[in-house]
């Protein structure tokens, strides 16, 4: 039967449209929608709703579907604007319409359906309406005071972030979603608008914190903001004026929640979490989030079932709705990292900001677009972005696909054997531009684990040429690097899979480090490097050089990330030295290249050497971004040809924020703000990924672990799924018959399940 007394917090567009669903579900519920406000009070302008979102408003209410296709507009382009250049995308399918009218359509929608609607009426306490009720639907917005009351139930996470942004309004319809940037006296300044109706249009104004305070916004009232805000954006507006609508300068708040429901309460909408304006999916979310709790109270027996059933469908789609909001925020908060970029190219990277947008749909949406882009980038006719090659010093890469240090774990006293040579060479055959070793250490108290592999002795050299030997004859046209480091405080520990960072149970080795702190409770205590001996180690990393250039090793990188030896000097969480390796971040650096300038010194001159560094310790108080800019512009100016940007694993405690290509900001960063190459790594899967980062000017290289331990092949496929036979990739002789992808099966999408009729 579900829930007949239902309590509705909040009169926005989730709140009604879950009062509406609710309705129609069971007539016989007494559903009470509360709104403090009155009926024609809205905040903002126009609402963009998706196709998929009006798939499902469509089958579940026919009326609403049909009373707000007659109110849409509908446009297919973008417009970028960038330094007077204006480059358009089309087929990108936007439907909206103005946020009253959408608000007078569910109260018009809830009126013939018999829900309760209380304008103008604060909402009894939270405790009193779970206790009158039985479902209390909280639509109360992002500051719920439901949400505030239960908190401790809910447990919510309110970040606000670094820009302010005021909506505004325009009395004319831009003939595209519109972005444009103004580079002012004070900084840079973006314009995000789009129509609404006929004759208007949303005009969001945005700017970092620092560059509104310059301006001088945070002294001007709303009318003298508005004033200003046209006179900046005068020729987006082509000199018309703007208005506002109990419009404030704000910034911008995330909104997460650990639970979604206490008791008989659920959150919805941005009481549950939100999703930054520039992708559009506030009142998106908020209307699917309606649709699939009402959903849930049919299909369920019980509330509580429902509630709980609510949150597992939701929560994996909004916490990918999140990722993508979150990159395109960061994206607009760090806008001028972008401003000297090619006009072009500088569209293409704010479309695919959010990662929503890739290289490949938007090939299909508008190819004439994407070709021009990938032409300026200097891709050959018919070549993905991934296929062009890079050169880094005498070394061409045929392209930008590098297979990712993986530690094995299966060496014998520190000699490579068959497992690696078989491991390396097939996926040398996958066709990436570079194959790199797992890190392989330059001493035995160096290692991680008894079965890390090594370059202390000539065997070990030996075995180590016999895998570059094959992989150029077998595989030409593929580099092989070497990872060349020290486990510091992180060695003598069990293989991987026998637990992970755990200390060995017996035959441990002394271990060496920055300062005398564990890795993590029962770890080993490092002894602290005296001068001396850091001397020692720095001449193991060049005889471990030595020993890899006549090994026939294409390139070297220097792991200076993850917590080994010289990631524990570059962090304050692993070195507390006082002397002249400890302190300021010069000093902590000190030492680190001091390893680079003498590998650097033997290692052979036309070969390039890169660096892998952790951009952040995700930890408080360790290295952050900033610090990772200087760390990388620092090995730059020794000599490093491209940064290998990973993050974390250098505390044990650290807090990641895990999600697709999550690493890929901290290398965007330095990139385009130093100018360095960089080698992007961290939850890259796809080949369309690795297109869209390289295009927008992201990265120069993606390195993928995992894929390629799913596919040895993963480069080859991808060439084949994109149809591309040319010099980027070749097919061994022996592999040919199998570079057209087999055919598959037919899958269907699954049919909406909420139908509820006319």
């Keep these: 039967m579900g829930p007949l007394r239902v309590a509705v917090v909040g009169g926005g567009p989730g709140g009604l449209y879950a009062a509406v669903l609710l309705k129609r579900l069971d007539p016989r519920r007494d559903i009470t929608v509360w709104e403090r406000n009155a009926?024609?009070?809205?905040?903002?302008?126009?609402?963009?709703?998706?196709?998929?979102?009006l798939g499902g408003i469509e089958h579940a209410d026919p009326v609403v579907h049909a009373a707000l296709?007659?109110?849409?507009v509908r446009w297919d382009d973008i417009d970028v604007v960038h330094r007077g250049t204006r480059h358009t995308s089309g087929g990108h399918g936007f439907a909206a319409l103005g946020r009253r009218r959408l608000?007078?359509?569910?109260?018009?929608?809830?009126?013939?359906?018999?829900?309760?609607?209380?304008?103008?009426?604060?909402?009894?306490?939270?405790?009193?309406?779970?206790?009158?009720?039985?479902?209390?639907?909280?639509?109360?917005?992002?500051h719920s005071a439901i949400r505030e009351a239960h908190a401790d139930a809910f447990r919510p996470h309110v970040e606000e972030h670094r820009c302010r942004y005021i909506w505004l309004a325009a009395d004319f319809a831009f003939d595209a979603f519109r972005f444009e940037t103004a580079e002012t006296e004070h900084g840079v300044m973006q314009l995000h608008g789009y129509p609404y109706t006929v004759g208007d249009s949303t005009v969001i104004v945005e700017m970092r914190e620092e560059v509104w305070r310059a301006a001088g916004f945070d002294a001007l009232d709303v009318s003298e903001s508005v004033e200003r805000c046209a006179k900046i954006f005068t020729e987006a507006l082509g000199g018309r004026g703007l208005r506002s609508n109990?419009?404030?300068?704000?910034?911008?708040?995330?909104?997460?929640?650990?639970k979604w429901s206490h008791g008989n309460v659920v959150l919805v909408g941005d009481a549950a979490r939100t999703a930054h304006f520039s992708i559009g999916?506030?009142?998106?979310?908020?209307?699917?989030?309606?649709?699939?709790?009402?959903?849930?109270?049919?299909?369920?027996?019980?509330?509580?079932?429902a509630l709980a059933a609510y949150e597992t469908e939701r929560r994996p789609v909004v916490a990918s709705t999140q990722r993508a909001a979150r990159a395109s925020l960061e994206w607009f908060e760090n806008l001028g990292l972008y401003l000297d970029q090619p006009a072009r190219q500088f569209a293409f990277n704010l479309l695919t900001r959010s990662r929503r947008v890739t290289h490949d749909n938007l090939r299909l949406r508008d190819p004439h677009f994407t070709e021009a882009v990938e032409r300026d980038f200097g891709c050959p006719p018919g070549t993905p972005p991934m296929f062009t090659p890079l050169r880094l010093r005498d070394l061409t890469l045929r392209n930008r696909v590098v297979v990712s240090p993986m530690d094995m774990y299966s060496a014998q006293a520190g000699v490579p054997g068959d497992f690696h040579l078989v491991h390396l060479g097939a996926r040398a055959l996958g066709g990436p531009g570079l194959v790199m070793t797992e890190m392989v250490c330059v001493s035995p108290e160096g290692r991680i684990t008894p079965g890390c592999a090594g370059l202390y002795t000539p065997e070990q050299a030996t075995a180590w040429r016999r895998i570059t030997e094959f992989?150029?004859?077998?595989?030409?046209?593929?580099?092989?690097?070497v990872q060349l480091g020290h486990s510091g405080r992180k060695g003598s520990t069990k293989l991987m899979w026998e637990g992970i960072d755990e200390p060995l149970p017996d035959g441990n080795w002394p271990l060496v480090a920055a300062?005398?702190?564990?890795?993590?409770?029962?770890s080993q205590t490092p002894h602290e490097l005296t001068t001396g001996e850091l001397a020692d180690v720095r001449d193991q990393f060049t005889s471990a050089a030595l020993l890899a250039a006549d090994a026939g090793f294409d390139l070297l990188e220097l792991h200076c990330a993850h917590g080994y030896l010289l990631s524990g000097f570059l962090s304050p969480l692993s070195n507390h030295r006082t002397d002249a390796y400890g302190g300021s971040l010069t000093n902590r650096l000190r030492f680190p290249l001091e390893v680079f300038d003498a590998v650097r010194d033997v290692w052979p001159g036309d070969r390039p050497m890169t660096v892998r560094i952790s951009a952040t310790d995700w930890a408080e108080g360790g290295t952050d971004a900033n610090d990772a800019v200087e760390i990388a512009r620092a090995f730059a100016a020794h000599g490093a040809d491209a940064i290998d940007v990973s993050t974390g694993q250098v505390v044990a405690d650290e807090e990641p924020a895990y999600g697709r290509s999550y690493q890929v900001p901290f290398a965007d960063r330095i990139r385009n703000e130093t100018g360095i190459p960089v080698i992007s790594v961290g939850a890259i899967s796809s080949w369309d990924d690795v297109n869209s980062l390289i295009l927008a000017g992201r990265t120069d290289l993606c390195a993928l672990a995992r894929p390629h331990l799913y596919d040895p092949h993963w480069t080859l496929h991808a060439a084949a799924e994109q149809g591309y036979a040319g010099p980027g990739v070749a097919w061994p002789k022996q592999y040919e018959a199998g570079s057209r992808p087999p055919q598959t099966g037919r899958l269907d999408a699954p049919k909406p399940r909420l139908t509820l009729g006319g």
Excluded at 39 to 53: K, Q, R, Y
Excluded at 246 to 258: C, G, H, L, Y
Excluded at 471 to 481: D, E
């Design 103 to 142: 608000l007078e359509i569910l109260h018009e929608r809830c009126r013939q359906l018999g829900v309760n609607l209380r304008f103008r009426s604060e909402a009894p306490s939270a405790a009193d309406l779970a206790r009158d009720h039985d479902l209390v639907v909280a639509a109360d917005g992002v």
């Design 39 to 53: 009926p024609d009070d809205t905040f903002g302008f126009g609402v963009v709703l998706s196709d998929e979102t």
């Design 471 to 481: 992989a150029h004859t077998q595989a030409p046209g593929t580099a092989v690097g």
């Design 69 to 72: 296709q007659a109110e849409f």
């Design 246 to 258: 109990n419009s404030a300068w704000t910034a911008f708040r995330t909104v997460v929640n650990e």
């Design 515 to 522: 300062s005398p702190l564990p890795y993590k409770p029962g």
């Design 281 to 305: 999916s506030g009142t998106k979310l908020a209307v699917e989030d309606a649709l699939a709790l009402a959903a849930c109270l049919q299909e369920q027996p019980t509330t509580a079932e």
